[in-house]
């Protein structure tokens, strides 16, 4: 039995090469075979590339090849999972924190940024650790200098751990290059460009977030999630051990913690109250461009296919409640003319909003179809008034995205209840975010399933894959977990979801997601 599962896992890896080579032919330029991008080589999404490599890496985004791609990440971990001895397995998955701090030191030390200019043959550690130094800053989301007694020998120590995890590549002893990989960490800016950061900056004020200035996101996102003060993240709640949350995080003292967040940094404002801090001025930018880095969480452009968009009228008004920059509500207001979008967040983000955009999105703000309100979304919903269609009472979307997974169930209630009070019948709400699958289905889940792997089970019933694609899928569930670290929230199953929804009075009609995705578009429309 069990041989026939290792081959049938086998065969799903094989089979599912098959898919992304068919396609990968399909599109190749007329006599050209188009090849399958190599680990081995870096690619530096702001550099400049032939349109056969652009074309190679955007087909992973294409719907087939990326089902095919989770089909491939499921399979090998469940091979590798029954094969590798207990031992091991167990050991690497409980240490796999080294792993996440080593990358968020990758980013942190901007070692990505000196082994672009170092070019393919690499860099020895002692000359990594020069510019290392030379470029390290004293800012509250870097590690203090006391801190960090960083040798040749430590730091060879860390590439290789990250090279032998196929981040990297360690080209000849202790001289190490970008691989495809890491490169994808890759801000684009240039060593002077980071030294310029600095020097326009006094000692005790520099700015590394600047850093992360028109970016895609990518560098800051892991900041933000890797940042050394986040050790908590590994935690679930402490009620999940069965005591209350207070007597497990108040140390003894008088002051109740409502989060493991609160805790660590002894604060009783939420999270973003916490992030508007003055000392936290870098960490907040460097929020707001993380966001923008969580649509690789997505198919790229997946707002634009969550929703039918060409379907509402024109002047229809997309209203991105807790929108932060914008990113969503720019994409749609983009490839959608006849579509008005006002991004709403607290003022201190809006103030800033729009400096975030570079000319390619002048147009939009000049013309004022992408706008943004201060507004707080615990309060009731007012009115819009705008300069080409007047006063707004009734929008025709509005969209939550990555909102949910911030808030406990009670005050995703409020923030529910609020749009529903400002509902017309025809307004919809979108939520984007996780929508987390049981890792087990009913065999009337798999009769219902359409097969196309868009709805659950992602597989059919004689796969040997978990219906929730497994380890493929496994961003979702380690984003649960932090979510409940920082918020005391988390991710929502699609029931979880649908009751939360109906508690303030809105429905689920629909439900879009890619083929073995996780992520997922969620409809819902007034009860
Ligand atoms: C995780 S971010 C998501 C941003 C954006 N929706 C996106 O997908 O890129 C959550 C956003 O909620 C905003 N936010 C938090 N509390 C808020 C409140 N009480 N009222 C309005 N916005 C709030 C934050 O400032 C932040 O921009």
Redesign the pocket.
């Known amino acids: 039995m069990t041989f026939a599962t290792l081959r049938a896992l086998h065969a799903v890896i094989g089979t599912a090469i098959d898919d992304i080579e068919r396609v990968y032919i399909e599109r190749s330029p007329q006599g050209d075979t188009l090849e399958y991008p190599s680990l081995d080589e870096p690619y530096y999404h702001t550099a400049q590339h032939t349109p056969e490599e652009e074309l190679a890496e955007a087909l992973k985004d294409d719907p087939a090849v990326a089902a095919a791609s989770k089909r491939i990440v499921a399979a090998c971990a469940q091979l590798s999972t029954t094969v590798n001895k207990p031992w091991f397995r167990l050991m690497e998955d409980v240490m796999w924190a080294q792993f996440s701090s080593a990358i968020g030191f990758l980013e942190a030390a901007n070692i990505v940024e000196i082994l672009r200019e170092a070019g393919p043959g690499g860099l020895h550690v002692q000359e990594i650790l020069r510019l290392v130094l030379e470029l390290r800053t004293n800012s509250k989301t870097a590690a203090p200098p006391e801190t960090v007694p960083l040798t040749p020998v430590h730091l060879s120590h860390i590439l290789r751990l990250l090279a032998t995890g196929h981040y990297l590549c360690e080209v000849t002893p202790d001289v190490f290059a970008n691989n495809r990989a890491s490169s994808y960490i890759d801000s684009g800016k240039t060593l002077s460009q980071l030294r310029q950061d600095r020097r326009l900056t006094t000692l005790t004020t520099s700015r590394p977030e600047k850093k992360y200035n028109n970016t895609d996101g990518v560098a800051a996102y892991v900041g933000v999630i890797a940042d050394t003060d986040f050790d908590y993240r590994a935690q679930p709640p402490p009620e999940l051990f069965g005591q209350p949350a207070e007597d497990a995080v108040n140390g003894g003292g008088n002051t109740p913690y409502a989060t493991l967040f609160n805790f660590t940094f002894n604060t009783q404002l939420d999270f973003?109250s916490w992030l508007e801090l003055p000392e936290n001025e870098g960490r907040l930018m460097r929020f707001g461009h993380a966001?923008?880095g969580?649509g690789q969480c997505e198919a790229k452009d997946a707002v634009l296919q969550g929703f039918s968009w060409e379907e509402l009228p024109q002047g229809a008004v997309l209203v991105?409640v807790?929108?932060?920059i914008g990113?969503?509500a720019m994409l749609v207001a983009q490839t959608h003319p006849h579509i008005h979008a006002v991004v709403?967040?607290?003022e201190q983000?809006v103030s800033t909003a729009a400096s975030a955009w570079g000319p390619q999105y002048a147009h939009l703000l000049e013309s004022g179809r992408v706008s943004w309100r201060t507004?707080?979304?615990?309060q009731a919903w007012s009115p819009l008034d705008l300069p080409d269609l007047g006063l707004v009472d009734v929008p025709a979307v509005f969209l939550l995205?990555?909102?949910m997974h911030?808030w406990k169930d009670e005050d995703c209630n409020r923030i529910l209840t609020r749009l529903r009070a400002a509902a017309g019948p025809d307004t919809k709400l979108l939520i984007?975010d996780m929508l987390l699958q049981h890792a087990c289905a009913t065999d009337a889940e798999y009769a219902a399933a359409d097969g196309s792997g868009a709805t659950f089970p992602f597989v059919t019933k004689d796969s040997p894959l978990m219906p929730n694609l497994g380890v493929a899928n496994i961003l979702g569930y380690f984003m649960d977990l932090f979510m409940m670290g920082v918020f005391d929230a988390k991710e929502r199953t699609a029931n979880e979801m649908a009751a939360l929804t109906l508690s303030a009075g809105w429905k689920i009609v629909e439900v879009r997601r890619a083929p073995g995705s996780i992520w997922a578009y969620t409809t819902a429309v007034p009860v």
């Open positions: 973003f966001m923008a969580s991105d807790g929108g932060g990113s969503q709403e967040d607290r983000v507004r707080d979304f615990f995205r990555l909102v911030d984007g």
